[in-house]
């Protein structure tokens, strides 16, 4: 079973910058395609980006295109979402996914971490 832990949230002002890392347990990582999703309070889990197994394909949110870039690294186990020009409605649960098809859907993935706060501020 493939653990995933997140890091690299915070809070930041509106126009700033994060970047979030998802760093997986073990070596089977290249495996699987990557997703990230996002949940603000009192709405629905909702996909951010996703990331094929070899990394060639890459898939975005209308909401985040041109402002987020996923990119892996087999090599270390890790995922990452470089997040530009943060904006307020940003603000959300950052969640990592692992599962075998790079998807929008949150049922795809079979393996979840457990979240890391990202806040931005007007």
């Known amino acids: 079973q493939v653990q995933l832990v997140e890091s690299g949230g915070g809070l930041v002002q509106a126009g700033g910058f994060l970047r979030l890392s998802c760093a997986a347990s073990?070596?089977?990582?290249?495996?699987?395609?990557m997703g990230w999703f996002r949940q603000a309070p009192e709405k629905e889990r909702e996909f951010v980006s996703a990331?094929?197994?070899?990394?060639?394909?890459?898939y975005y949110a209308h909401s985040v295109k041109g402002r987020f870039t996923i990119t892996r690294d087999n090599a270390k186990n890790t995922v990452y979402l470089q997040m530009n020009s943060l904006k307020p409605e940003d603000t959300a649960v950052y969640y990592c996914?692992?599962?075998?098809?790079?998807?929008?859907?949150?049922?795809?993935?079979?393996?979840w971490g457990q979240g890391t706060q990202v806040t931005v501020s007007s």
């Open positions: 990331i094929s197994r070899g990394g060639d394909s890459t």
């Open positions: 996914a692992a599962g075998p098809l790079a998807a929008v859907t949150t049922t795809t993935y079979n393996y």
């Open positions: 073990d070596h089977t990582f290249s495996f699987y395609a």
